[in-house]
């Protein structure tokens, strides 16, 4: 089993700074990439950006040039430094981590799981 745990939510003002934190324990061996994701209610949960063990980061449209992510490998731990916060980034912000190699967990180390998900932090961008 693998265990996320966030930190790092919180309220702002517009333009402010934030910085999200989402350690992994447990099975990380069955990793193969992190992200965050955001939700709001009624909307459907999307990606706002994904870093590969090997560092090759994705970062969603509405996010991109306003939002880092990065990793330490050797902690096992995402950040996501989101600044230029506008009132619209107002959301749920879930950890995720991906169990997928070439599409499927590596059940041959033990892992079944295709996303494993954080509880979730709120973030609040206050106009």
């Known amino acids: 089993q693998v265990q996320l745990v966030e930190s790092g939510g919180g309220l702002v003002q517009a333009g402010g700074s934030l910085r999200l934190s989402c350690a992994a324990s447990?099975?990380?061996?069955?990793?193969?990439?992190m992200g965050w994701y955001r939700q709001v209610p009624g909307k459907e949960r999307e990606l706002v950006a994904r870093?590969?063990?090997?560092?090759?980061?994705h970062h969603s449209n509405s996010v991109a040039g306003r939002f880092t992510i990065s990793r330490d490998n050797a902690k096992d731990t995402i950040y996501l430094q989101m600044n230029s916060l506008k009132p619209e980034d107002t959301a749920v912000y879930y950890c995720n981590a991906d169990g997928r190699f070439n599409g499927s967990p590596k059940r041959n180390h033990g892992c079944y799981v295709y996303d494993y998900w954080g509880q979730g932090t709120q973030v609040t961008v206050s106009s």
């Open positions: 870093i590969t063990k090997g560092g090759n980061t």
């Open positions: 447990g099975d990380t061996i069955c990793i193969s990439a």
